[in-house]
């Protein structure tokens, strides 16, 4: 109301404003007013949009966490809370101010620049601002750039698509270099863990198409302390901390299993956080200690030359004494004691993270709780403090190592059994045959506690899991008899112990292993890491030694992330069989066609070894117009480089030469589609931000730039193609597939980390204080809380400031020159040798499924060197007339992913979802579907049903999916699956039962006499306010309506989005 109040009576509140409240309708709000309720006041009011902002005190100091010197001084910082999408006539801009007493209270913004002033250094010129993110833009003309009122319109169509932020950039100057000195020393003491379960049955309806089957109730924890090479074993014993494996299983009577973990590893790490504090024992140096360290001139960590101002020190371990290395001062200083133990569990956080999270606040423990979160259900890790300085980190060893624990200690496997120390710590020699390989269990038969009581083995049959359909093998139950005799288990929880004593062994030697080879390559400890990406990324920074710019202009931000485009899916041609003297029903009248699937190798290493951005980052000075055409003289390796933003067509008579694949991927909603969607089509696009390569490569086969608006150069080189080559060679020399696979992760990893969204940071916080949380509660930003029980809850905060400190600039290049080589491959190696007689069907990122007209492939390549010098053959058999070694795993060239074998058929029905058939072995893709559906449920004949199904058959999805969203085709299709999946596991129990080892008839034939129907039960296990379940949905799996491209009436046949027919 003090909108319409006179400017010198606003001071005064009474009937100058009382007189004013016939303008609106505040029958929506209630009083005090929340946050949450200016939506229904806009929608109470369809002229009137409102704007919110906060203000709180904030530190002002350089925000780069890797600055030395930091000076900090006190602020007001104004964010938003609510943002209208559009400014309506009747538009306010309120400012919420809390009270010493926790109440809120509502101010009308006479003058926006004023708020936001204080936050921007001086200008001798007006300002204008974003409302959104608080940018600023003078009003001071300038020749080839916009500005004012014309600039904060450019920038709101950048601005705009994001959620209301305050940006924090780093300083001019600042950079991102390796400092993590103190992450080079292995950390003295980690805790392994594990937990098990009773699945406990239940029937619980959760929706329409999910039902829970079984809950998840902790029946049995497992941890085992690791210390490193060096500590004094008498240590264990002085401290009383366990150095066997600590088993514990409840019972019915004493169930809070998870608990008692929770108190057993804080007991732990007490024990441990004494042992660090106490325990100081001085340098021993021996002579030969002393000959090294006086004969060192620089510092082991920086390099760095020892100086009187910087000195040189002998740095030991504290716990034994040991000298260790010798480092300068600064270094030393670096080098502290450990504030945290770290402990590990497979699969944490999809599992059990769960139990462990609801039990951390016991009664009047309100220590704090710290999380890194991706959702309100999911933590990459959890931190519980035992006092203020010192903590219990739990972290996922998945994050670390993507794969099953199986497959890992499979990995690991050695003859002599040297890679396994903790499990031969425990077990004698001759036991190591049995204990070092993942054992199986009968989870789902173990559905109380009365069933660990079971004193003989359970038969074969009670082994199946309905989660994925499958059975033990007869080799694998005959080893669980084997162990079940060997060591006298009495009882299934006896098995159940020894289980799990197992699995924490086999965990903890997997992961010291890994820690092995990080040590060993880069001196780098990943147990001081939450994830993969993270650590590798500080070995390039390390390796490397490079200063990466960090952007301080939140315009050159907004600017790269309007142009961050990931990689390319479509089905271009969502059907095709090969025909050739390979394939049945060979016809000779026909021309010989071949389905030929290619893969690149290493495509994001491949960019990451070409020019990357480093350093200054500035826009063009002059005409852009002018930068366009300096474009054609532009290589590869100038040491300057540019990123473009200009407004480009694609003339008509190339949209049919180009159909398959058009130039230049933007994301953007499909009509009658409300998701986002990366596309290629022929529409015009403007204010297209793109690597200089990419726009010279479409410019050359004749995309037409209309206009050019904006031109961000920079400083470029191959900084980091030493680190993705130095991994590959390793790779190559690797002696075991562990091994192989790390150096491969390491490459792959440290590309996610140059894509992280700061953004997505999860405002999330586990809370046992209720001091604490009324504090959480009354904050503006508050968004909701979520109870657990009566001493825990999880307070969710709308994200207010942003953090732009990572160099994104990395990413977006690597993902702009790996789309350089797609499209230089397709185009100027396939189609300009083949023409008209290849056709693109499919493509995934960095593959690439043809249908090649010629009579041999393969006699292609031995006769065309232009093309074979882009393939690498070495995963074709060796009598293979196209095998050749010279080109293994060389990054950006193409490998057959079918190897020699011989592809018959192809079916897409959408971008992920598609079948091929390789010599009467069928291979499918769907994205989301577990992987046993996939095997038992889905066949290349359904795929082509759903297709080529016409509208009106019974439960068949059309274009538009009518079909699908019917309540009858609904009906139908779920009874018609149901029916097939019960009919599965009737079979699996009878042929268990009878005969163990017969194998399985293929569960698909269950589908043949029932009606289509594109649902499949999906069976997966989830959490609900991290309560494990494990549920039973039905899931459409087989859908054919794909808006990505324009589908012809044929099904087959598609064009790309602006085709000139489809207009």
Same mark, same amino acid.
């Given at each position: 109301?003090?909108?319409?109040?006179?400017?010198?009576?606003?001071?005064?509140?009474?009937?100058?404003?009382?007189?004013?409240?016939?303008?609106?309708?505040?029958?929506?709000?209630?009083?005090?007013?929340?946050?949450?309720?200016?939506?229904?006041?806009?929608?109470?009011?369809?002229?009137?949009?409102?704007?919110?902002?906060?203000?709180?005190?904030?530190?002002?100091?350089?925000?780069?966490?890797?600055?030395?010197?930091?000076?900090?001084?006190?602020?007001?910082?104004?964010?938003?809370?609510?943002?209208?999408?559009?400014?309506?006539?009747?538009?306010?801009?309120?400012?919420?101010?809390?009270?010493?007493?926790?109440?809120?209270?509502?101010?009308?913004?006479?003058?926006?620049?004023?708020?936001?002033?204080?936050?921007?250094?001086?200008?001798?010129?007006?300002?204008?601002?974003?409302?959104?993110?608080?940018?600023?833009?003078?009003?001071?003309?300038?020749?080839?750039?916009?500005?004012?009122?014309?600039?904060?319109?450019?920038?709101?169509?950048?601005?705009?698509?994001?959620?209301?932020?305050?940006?924090?950039?780093?300083?001019?100057?600042?950079?991102?270099?390796?400092?993590?000195?103190?992450?080079?020393?292995?950390?003295?003491?980690?805790?392994?863990?594990?937990?098990?379960?009773?699945?406990?049955?239940?029937?619980?309806?959760?929706?329409?198409?999910?039902?829970?089957?079984?809950?998840?109730?902790?029946?049995?924890?497992?941890?085992?302390?690791?210390?490193?090479?060096?500590?004094?074993?008498?240590?264990?014993?002085?401290?009383?901390?366990?150095?066997?494996?600590?088993?514990?299983?409840?019972?019915?009577?004493?169930?809070?299993?998870?608990?008692?973990?929770?108190?057993?590893?804080?007991?732990?790490?007490?024990?441990?956080?004494?042992?660090?504090?106490?325990?100081?024992?001085?340098?021993?140096?021996?002579?030969?200690?002393?000959?090294?360290?006086?004969?060192?001139?620089?510092?082991?960590?920086?390099?760095?030359?020892?100086?009187?101002?910087?000195?040189?020190?002998?740095?030991?371990?504290?716990?034994?004494?040991?000298?260790?290395?010798?480092?300068?001062?600064?270094?030393?200083?670096?080098?502290?004691?450990?504030?945290?133990?770290?402990?590990?569990?497979?699969?944490?956080?999809?599992?059990?993270?769960?139990?462990?999270?609801?039990?951390?606040?016991?009664?009047?423990?309100?220590?704090?709780?710290?999380?890194?979160?991706?959702?309100?259900?999911?933590?990459?890790?959890?931190?519980?403090?035992?006092?203020?300085?010192?903590?219990?980190?739990?972290?996922?060893?998945?994050?670390?190592?993507?794969?099953?624990?199986?497959?890992?200690?499979?990995?690991?496997?050695?003859?002599?059994?040297?890679?396994?120390?903790?499990?031969?710590?425990?077990?004698?020699?001759?036991?190591?045959?049995?204990?070092?390989?993942?054992?199986?269990?009968?989870?789902? =038969?173990?559905?109380?506690?009365?069933?660990?009581?079971?004193?003989?083995?359970?038969?074969?049959?009670?082994?199946?899991?309905?989660?994925?359909?499958?059975?033990?093998?007869?080799?694998?139950?005959?080893?669980?008899?084997?162990?079940?005799?060997?060591?006298?288990?009495?009882?299934?929880?006896?098995?159940?112990?020894?289980?799990?004593?197992?699995?924490?062994?086999?965990?903890?030697?997997?992961?010291?292993?890994?820690?092995?080879?990080?040590?060993?390559?880069?001196?780098?400890?990943?147990?001081?890491?939450?994830?993969?990406?993270?650590?590798?990324?500080?070995?390039?920074?390390?390796?490397?030694?490079?200063?990466?710019?960090?952007?301080?202009?939140?315009?050159?931000?907004?600017?790269?992330?309007?142009?961050?485009?990931?990689?390319?899916?479509?089905?271009?041609?969502?059907?095709?069989?090969?025909?050739?003297?390979?394939?049945?029903?060979?016809?000779?009248?026909?021309?010989?066609?071949?389905?030929?699937?290619?893969?690149?190798?290493?495509?994001?290493?491949?960019?990451?070894?070409? =020019?990357?951005?480093?350093?200054?980052?500035?826009?063009?000075?002059?005409?852009?117009?002018?930068?366009?055409?300096?474009?054609?003289?532009?290589?590869?390796?100038?040491?300057?480089?540019?990123?473009?933003?200009?407004?480009?067509?694609?003339?008509?008579?190339?949209?049919?030469?180009?159909?398959?694949?058009?130039?230049?991927?933007?994301?953007?909603?499909?009509?009658?589609?409300?998701?986002?969607?990366?596309?290629?089509?022929?529409?015009?696009?403007?204010?297209?931000?793109?690597?200089?390569?990419?726009?010279?490569?479409?410019?050359?086969?004749?995309?037409?730039?209309?206009?050019?608006?904006?031109?961000?150069?920079?400083?470029?080189?191959?900084?980091?193609?030493?680190?993705?080559?130095?991994?590959?060679?390793?790779?190559?020399?690797?002696?075991?597939?562990?091994?192989?696979?790390?150096?491969?992760?390491?490459?792959?990893?440290?590309?996610?980390?140059?894509?992280?969204?700061?953004?997505?940071?999860?405002?999330?916080?586990?809370?046992?204080?209720?001091?604490?949380?009324?504090?959480?509660?009354?904050?503006?930003?508050?968004?909701?809380?979520?109870?657990?029980?009566?001493?825990?809850?999880?307070?969710?905060?709308?994200?207010?400031?942003?953090?732009?400190?990572?160099?994104?600039?990395?990413?977006?290049?690597?993902?702009?020159?790996?789309?350089?080589?797609?499209?230089?491959?397709?185009?100027?190696?396939?189609?300009?040798?083949?023409?008209?007689?290849?056709?693109?069907?499919?493509?995934?990122?960095?593959?690439?499924?043809?249908?090649?007209?010629?009579?041999?492939?393969?006699?292609?390549?031995?006769?065309?060197?232009?093309?074979?010098?882009?393939?690498?053959?070495?995963?074709?058999?060796?009598?293979?007339?196209?095998?050749?070694?010279?080109?293994?795993?060389?990054?950006?060239?193409?490998?057959?992913?079918?190897?020699?074998?011989?592809?018959?058929?192809?079916?897409?029905?959408?971008?992920?979802?598609?079948?091929?058939?390789?010599?009467?072995?069928?291979?499918?893709?769907?994205?989301?579907?577990?992987?046993?559906?996939?095997?038992?449920?889905?066949?290349?004949?359904?795929?082509?049903?759903?297709?080529?199904?016409?509208?009106?058959?019974?439960?068949?999805?059309?274009?538009?999916?009518?079909?699908?969203?019917?309540?009858?085709?609904?009906?139908?299709?779920?009874?018609?699956?149901?029916?097939?999946?019960?009919?599965?596991?009737?079979?699996?129990?009878?042929?268990?039962?009878?005969?163990?080892?017969?194998?399985?008839?293929?569960?698909?034939?269950?589908?043949?006499?029932?009606?289509?129907?594109?649902?499949?039960?999906?069976?997966?296990?989830?959490?609900?306010?991290?309560?494990?379940?494990?549920?039973?949905?039905?899931?459409?799996?087989?859908?054919?309506?794909?808006?990505?491209?324009?589908?012809?009436?044929?099904?087959?046949?598609?064009?790309?989005?602006?085709?000139?027919?489809?207009?």
């Amino acid at each position: 109301l003090a909108k319409h109040v006179a400017h010198d009576n606003r001071a005064v509140v009474g009937a100058n404003y009382t007189r004013e409240e016939h303008r609106y309708d505040f029958s929506a709000l209630s009083t005090p007013t929340p946050v949450s309720e200016i939506k229904l006041f806009e929608k109470s009011n369809p002229g009137t949009s409102v704007n919110l902002y906060g203000v709180r005190n904030s530190e002002k100091h350089n925000n780069n966490k890797n600055k030395k010197n930091k000076k900090s001084s006190t602020q007001s910082v104004a964010y938003p809370l609510h943002i209208a999408d559009e400014e309506k006539p009747d538009h306010f801009d309120l400012l919420l101010i809390t009270g010493k007493d926790g109440d809120n209270h509502y101010a009308f913004i006479s003058n926006f620049s004023r708020l936001a002033s204080p936050q921007k250094n001086n200008h001798q010129h007006r300002l204008f601002y974003c409302k959104r993110c608080f940018a600023s833009f003078e009003d001071r003309p300038l020749k080839y750039k916009l500005h004012g009122k014309r600039a904060l319109a450019q920038h709101r169509l950048l601005c705009g698509v994001h959620k209301p932020i305050v940006p924090l950039m780093p300083k001019e100057g600042d950079t991102l270099e390796f400092e993590a000195w103190c992450k080079t020393e292995r950390l003295p003491f980690v805790v392994y863990a594990d937990f098990e379960a009773l699945l406990l049955k239940t029937d619980r309806k959760q929706g329409v198409n999910t039902t829970a089957i079984h809950t998840h109730h902790p029946m049995s924890y497992g941890y085992h302390v690791v210390a490193a090479e060096g500590v004094p074993i008498e240590l264990f014993d002085q401290f009383d901390i366990p150095r066997a494996p600590v088993i514990f299983r409840g019972s019915a009577t004493e169930d809070d299993v998870a608990k008692r973990f929770v108190r057993d590893v804080l007991n732990v790490a007490d024990k441990i956080a004494r042992l660090y504090k106490e325990v100081n024992v001085p340098i021993i140096m021996g002579v030969e200690d002393c000959r090294v360290h006086d004969g060192k001139i620089t510092c082991d960590l920086c390099s760095c030359a020892f100086s009187e101002r910087n000195c040189k020190t002998a740095h030991h371990d504290h716990l034994s004494g040991r000298f260790l290395k010798t480092l300068c001062n600064t270094c030393n200083l670096k080098l502290k004691t450990p504030k945290f133990v770290p402990c590990f569990l497979h699969n944490l956080s999809n599992y059990d993270a769960h139990f462990i999270v609801t039990n951390l606040a016991d009664d009047g423990d309100t220590n704090r709780i710290s999380v890194i979160a991706n959702t309100e259900e999911k933590y990459i890790s959890f931190s519980k403090y035992i006092n203020n300085t010192f903590s219990v980190r739990f972290v996922d060893t998945c994050r670390f190592m993507a794969s099953s624990l199986a497959h890992l200690a499979e990995n690991l496997s050695s003859a002599n059994f040297d890679k396994f120390r903790e499990v031969a710590r425990v077990f004698a020699s001759s036991e190591m045959q049995l204990v070092t390989r993942k054992g199986v269990y009968p989870y789902e =038969y173990t559905d109380s506690w009365d069933k660990l009581c079971v004193t003989s083995l359970p038969d074969k049959f009670q082994f199946y899991s309905a989660l994925t359909e499958t059975h033990v093998s007869d080799e694998d139950y005959e080893h669980a008899a084997r162990v079940w005799n060997h060591f006298g288990c009495t009882s299934l929880g006896a098995y159940s112990d020894l289980y799990l004593k197992i699995d924490v062994l086999l965990s903890a030697d997997v992961f010291e292993n890994f820690r092995d080879i990080c040590m060993t390559t880069y001196h780098l400890d990943p147990a001081q890491y939450y994830t993969l990406p993270g650590f590798s990324f500080d070995c390039m920074l390390k390796f490397t030694k490079v200063q990466l710019e960090l952007l301080t202009d939140f315009e050159k931000v907004l600017f790269l992330e309007s142009g961050t485009r990931g990689g390319l899916v479509q089905a271009s041609k969502r059907h095709a069989r090969a025909n050739n003297l390979e394939t049945p029903g060979y016809n000779a009248d026909e021309p010989k066609t071949s389905l030929i699937y290619l893969d690149a190798n290493n495509l994001y290493g491949f960019g990451m070894c070409k =020019y990357m951005p480093i350093s200054d980052f500035s826009w063009y000075p002059g005409n852009p117009e002018v930068a366009l055409d300096q474009l054609q003289w532009m290589r590869e390796t100038d040491d300057i480089g540019r990123f473009y933003e200009v407004d480009i067509s694609y003339p008509q008579h190339l949209h049919d030469a180009h159909n398959d694949m058009p130039f230049l991927p933007h994301a953007s909603i499909p009509r009658g589609s409300t998701v986002r969607k990366l596309m290629v089509t022929f529409l015009r696009k403007e204010h297209y931000v793109v690597h200089y390569m990419n726009l010279q490569q479409a410019m050359a086969h004749g995309v037409v730039v209309e206009k050019t608006h904006r031109v961000l150069e920079f400083r470029q080189s191959p900084w980091l193609a030493p680190y993705i080559n130095l991994n590959t060679e390793l790779r190559k020399r690797a002696t075991n597939k562990f091994e192989e696979k790390f150096f491969k992760d390491l490459n792959n990893s440290v590309f996610g980390k140059t894509m992280e969204n700061m953004r997505r940071r999860f405002d999330l916080e586990l809370v046992s204080c209720p001091r604490r949380m009324r504090k959480l509660i009354n904050r503006p930003t508050f968004k909701y809380c979520t109870t657990y029980n009566e001493n825990l809850s999880v307070v969710t905060q709308h994200g207010k400031e942003v953090d732009f400190c990572k160099p994104i600039y990395i990413g977006f290049t690597v993902l702009e020159l790996s789309k350089v080589l797609m499209y230089g491959f397709h185009y100027d190696v396939m189609k300009r040798h083949y023409g008209d007689r290849i056709e693109l069907l499919y493509t995934d990122t960095d593959s690439l499924f043809y249908r090649v007209t010629t009579n041999d492939f393969y006699d292609d390549l031995i006769t065309n060197p232009n093309l074979m010098r882009f393939m690498d053959t070495s995963n074709l058999p060796g009598d293979h007339k196209c095998y050749t070694a010279v080109r293994k795993r060389v990054p950006g060239l193409f490998k057959f992913e079918c190897g020699s074998s011989t592809v018959y058929e192809f079916v897409a029905l959408r971008a992920k979802s598609y079948a091929y058939d390789v010599e009467q072995d069928v291979c499918i893709r769907a994205k989301g579907v577990m992987r046993h559906v996939i095997r038992n449920h889905l066949t290349l004949a359904e795929h082509k049903r759903c297709l080529f199904a016409d509208a009106g058959d019974e439960a068949g999805p059309d274009e538009s999916d009518d079909e699908l969203d019917s309540d009858t085709g609904k009906m139908i299709a779920a009874e018609s699956a149901l029916k097939a999946v019960a009919q599965i596991h009737r079979i699996a129990s009878c042929t268990s039962a009878t005969s163990p080892s017969s194998p399985l008839a293929h569960p698909s034939l269950c589908y043949s006499n029932t009606p289509f129907t594109p649902y499949r039960e999906n069976v997966s296990i989830r959490s609900f306010k991290h309560e494990v379940r494990t549920i039973r949905t039905m899931k459409l799996v087989l859908n054919r309506a794909d808006d990505k491209r324009i589908v012809l009436p044929d099904n087959i046949a598609t064009l790309a989005h602006g085709h000139y027919l489809a207009n």
